[in-house]
Every structure is written in C-alpha cells, then in structure tokens.
Nanobody
Framework: QLRLVESGGGLVQPGGSLRLSCRSSGATLNYHPIAWFRQAPGKGREGVSFISPKGATTDYADSVKGRFTISRDYDRNTVYLQMNSLTPEDTAVYFC???????????????????????WGQGTPVTVSS
C-alpha cells in the first residue's frame, strides 16, 4: 500500500503557474500508474492527468491539455504536475492516486476514471484568484 502525500498547492493569480508534487512515504511509487484528480467546491472529483510507470504514456483531461504537464522523477520517488496558465476554473483540491493494475488495463479502460485507483493522498488545495 502506498501512502501518498501531495504538496505544492497554494494561492496563485490567473495566468500563473504551480508545480504539484506527489510522493510516497511508504513503498516506492515508481512502479505504479499514477493519476492526478481534482475536486472543486460543490463539484465531483475530476480526472486531470495520468502517467504510466515508465512515463512513456500520459493522458490529460481536455480542460487542461496544453497547460498541464505530468512527469516522474524516479530518483526522488515523485510524480509532478506542472500547471501553467492557471484560471479560476482550476481552483480545487488536487489529489494524486496510484493503481495496482497494469497501466494498459487502466489506459484503455479510461485512465482518468477514479475507480481504477487504490491509494489516494489527502490532497493539496489550489486557489486561482486575483
């Protein structure tokens, strides 16, 4: 079981950038598919981005394509979400999640479906406001 910890959230002005980090305080997350989700106030959880264990396969929600980039640092046992050109609509609590399934099973079934993921972090809040 992975104990995931997110960090990097905060308050940023529209048009600004943030980089979120997802680390595991338990077993390494380097061998797991990892995804980022977000939940805005009063809304359901939304899949944002996915990365395969080797980093070769990624996926993004249409709402963040071209603005967000997911990546992995194996030495630091960390997955990052670089968020650029932020808008108030990006305001949410951001969660990372890991899966014990093979990444291809997740990817072809819908990588941004929360039902594929087993372990979740506590979330880090992101507020985009002037």
């Amino acid at each position: 079981q992975l104990r995931l910890v997110e960090s990097g959230g905060g308050l940023v002005q529209p048009g600004g950038s943030l980089r979120l980090s997802c680390r595991s305080s338990g077993a390494t997350l380097n061998y797991h598919p990892i995804a980022w989700f977000r939940q805005a106030p009063g809304k359901g959880r939304e899949g944002v981005s996915f990365i395969s264990p080797k980093g070769a396969t990624t996926d993004y929600a249409d709402s963040v394509k071209g603005r967000f980039t997911i990546s992995r640092d194996y030495d630091r046992n960390t997955v990052y979400l670089q968020m650029n050109s932020l808008t108030p609509e990006d305001t949410a609590v951001y969660f990372c999640a890991s899966s014990s399934s093979h990444f291809s099973d997740i990817y072809f079934a819908g990588a941004l479906d929360a039902g594929h993921y087993d372990d979740w972090g506590q979330g880090t809040p992101v507020t985009v406001s002037s």
